[in-house]
C-alpha cells in the first residue's frame, strides 16, 4: 500500500494568500527552511495503478499536475483516481471536487450528513451523476471502496467520529455548545489493504487530519499503530491570538495543539506508534519552519512534519 501526501497545509495553504506572518513571509521569499504547502489531502493505492482521494482540496488541480503518479495514462481521457472519500465538510476538504466535474468517472464517499450538505449546494451538481457516485459510508463499518465501475480498489476503510466541530460555515450559534456539531462532523479514517500485505499489522495507517482531543478510547485504538497521520493546525492553543491573526483558540476551532501538557505531543508520547507525522498544518504553526525550535522538539519526539510529495509505503 502506497501513500501520498498532495497537500500537508491547513485551510489557505502556506503561504496563505492574505497572510504576512514570518513564515508565510519567509516562505514567499523563497527561504528553503519554509518550505510551501499546499492544502491538505492525501492519495492512497493498493496497486499503484488505481487511487482513493482522501480529501478534495481546492488546490487540486495544482497537485494532480504535481504527482507524475496522478497523470492520464493509457486513453485520450482519464485519471487514476478511481474514488474520493471526504472526512468533513470543510471547504479545504470538499472544494476540490469541483475541479473533478470534466466527466470523470468516480465515486464520492462521505456520510450522511456530508453528503446532505453536498447536496443542498447546487455548485456541486456540475458533478454530472452520470459519471459521479455519491455513496454513502456509516461510522464504525469497515468496507470496501470501489470505483465508478464497482471495482473494489483493494483497501478496506474505516470511519469514525473523533473530538471535533461542525465546518464554519455551517455553524448555528443558536444551537448552544458545539454549534450544532454531530458526530459525523469530524470524522478520522482506518485504512488497510484487503490483501493483508501491510507489513504484518492489521490496523493499517489512521489518518486523523482534525481531531479536538485525545479521550481514552482512541488512545488505546491509536495504540501501537505502524503509522499516524495526525491534525498538526496549531502548536499552541492561543496561536492564532498570539501571532495577531485571530481571534480563536485551536480548541474553539475543533483542533488539538501540538505542544503543552493537553497537547498531542504529550498525548502519544506513551503510545508506541511506529511513525507519527503531523498533517494539516496551519500557516501559522511554527514548526513549519525547519530552523524553528518547535520543530526540533517536535522531531526529538519522534515527529515528522509531513510536505506536499510525501510518499509513504505499508
Same mark, same amino acid.
Given at each position: 500500500?502506497?501513500?501520498?501526501?498532495?497537500?500537508?497545509?491547513?485551510?489557505?495553504?502556506?503561504?496563505?494568500?492574505?497572510?504576512?506572518?514570518?513564515?508565510?513571509?519567509?516562505?514567499?521569499?523563497?527561504?528553503?527552511? @519554509?518550505?510551501?504547502?499546499?492544502?491538505?489531502?492525501?492519495?492512497?493505492?493498493?496497486?499503484?495503478?488505481?487511487?482513493?482521494?482522501?480529501?478534495?482540496?481546492?488546490?487540486?488541480?495544482?497537485?494532480?499536475?504535481?504527482?507524475?503518479?496522478?497523470?492520464?495514462?493509457?486513453?485520450?481521457?482519464?485519471?487514476?483516481?478511481?474514488?474520493?472519500?471526504?472526512?468533513?465538510? %470543510?471547504?479545504?476538504?470538499?472544494?476540490?471536487?469541483?475541479?473533478?466535474?470534466?466527466?470523470?468517472?468516480?465515486?464520492?464517499? @462521505?456520510? !450522511?450528513?456530508?453528503?446532505?450538505?453536498?447536496?443542498?449546494?447546487?455548485?456541486?451538481?456540475?458533478?454530472?451523476?452520470?459519471?459521479?457516485?455519491?455513496?454513502?459510508?456509516?461510522?464504525?463499518?469497515?468496507?470496501? !471502496?470501489?470505483?465508478?465501475?464497482?471495482?473494489?480498489?483493494?483497501?478496506?476503510?474505516?470511519?469514525? @467520529?473523533?473530538?471535533?466541530?461542525?465546518?464554519?460555515?455551517?455553524?448555528?450559534?443558536?444551537?448552544?455548545?458545539?454549534?450544532?456539531?454531530?458526530?459525523?462532523?469530524?470524522?478520522?479514517?482506518?485504512?488497510?489493504?484487503?490483501?493483508?500485505?501491510?507489513?504484518?499489522?492489521?490496523?493499517?495507517?489512521?489518518?486523523?487530519?482534525?481531531?479536538?482531543?485525545?479521550?481514552?478510547?482512541?488512545?488505546?485504538?491509536?495504540?501501537?499503530?505502524?503509522?499516524?497521520?495526525? %491534525?498538526?493546525?496549531?502548536?499552541? %492553543?492561543?496561536?492564532?491570538?498570539?501571532?495577531?491573526?485571530?481571534?480563536?483558540?485551536?480548541?474553539?476551532?475543533?483542533?488539538?495543539?501540538?505542544?503543552? !501538557?493537553?497537547?498531542?505531543?504529550?498525548?502519544?508520547?506513551?503510545?508506541?506508534?511506529?511513525?507519527?507525522?503531523?498533517?494539516?498544518?496551519?500557516?501559522?504553526?511554527?514548526?513549519?519552519?525547519?530552523?524553528?525550535?518547535?520543530?526540533?522538539?517536535?522531531?526529538?519526539?519522534?515527529?515528522?512534519?509531513?510536505?506536499?510529495?510525501?510518499?509513504?509505503?505499508?
Amino acid at each position: 500500500m502506497k501513500i501520498l501526501v498532495l497537500g500537508s497545509a491547513a485551510g489557505g495553504g502556506f503561504p496563505q494568500w492574505n497572510c504576512a506572518c514570518e513564515g508565510c513571509r519567509r516562505a514567499r521569499s523563497g527561504d528553503p527552511a @519554509a518550505t510551501p504547502r499546499t492544502q491538505s489531502s492525501l492519495a492512497v493505492t493498493a496497486d499503484g495503478e488505481r487511487w482513493l482521494l482522501l480529501n478534495a482540496s481546492p488546490d487540486l488541480g495544482a497537485q494532480l499536475l504535481a504527482n507524475p503518479q496522478l497523470h492520464p495514462k493509457g486513453s485520450l481521457r482519464g485519471n487514476p483516481i478511481a474514488a474520493a472519500l471526504l472526512t468533513n465538510a %470543510d471547504i479545504d476538504h470538499v472544494a476540490g471536487l469541483l475541479t473533478l466535474r470534466e466527466s470523470h468517472p468516480f465515486a464520492v464517499y @462521505a456520510t !450522511p450528513r456530508v453528503h446532505g450538505v453536498l447536496a443542498a449546494n447546487s455548485v456541486f451538481n456540475v458533478l454530472n451523476p452520470e459519471f459521479v457516485a455519491r455513496r454513502p459510508m456509516a461510522l464504525g463499518e469497515p468496507f470496501q !471502496p470501489a470505483g465508478a465501475d464497482g471495482r473494489p480498489l483493494g483497501l478496506e476503510v474505516e470511519a469514525f @467520529a473523533v473530538p471535533g466541530k461542525v465546518a464554519l460555515y455551517l455553524e448555528d450559534a443558536s444551537a448552544g455548545p458545539g454549534f450544532g456539531s454531530v458526530a459525523e462532523d469530524t470524522v478520522a479514517l482506518r485504512i488497510r489493504p484487503t490483501d493483508g500485505s501491510n507489513g504484518g499489522s492489521n490496523d493499517g495507517f489512521f489518518y486523523i487530519p482534525g481531531c479536538a482531543g485525545m479521550p481514552g478510547w482512541l488512545a488505546d485504538r491509536l495504540h501501537g499503530a505502524p503509522l499516524v497521520l495526525f %491534525d498538526g493546525t496549531t502548536w499552541t %492553543d492561543d496561536e492564532m491570538i498570539r501571532s495577531g491573526t485571530g481571534v480563536k483558540t485551536a480548541a474553539r476551532m475543533g483542533h488539538m495543539p501540538m505542544s503543552g !501538557p493537553s497537547g498531542s505531543m504529550a498525548a502519544f508520547a506513551p503510545l508506541n506508534v511506529a511513525r507519527k507525522i503531523y498533517i494539516h498544518i496551519n500557516n501559522t504553526n511554527p514548526a513549519l519552519l525547519e530552523d524553528s525550535p518547535e520543530r526540533a522538539e517536535a522531531e526529538a519526539a519522534g515527529w515528522r512534519i509531513a510536505h506536499d510529495g510525501l510518499e509513504l509505503t505499508l
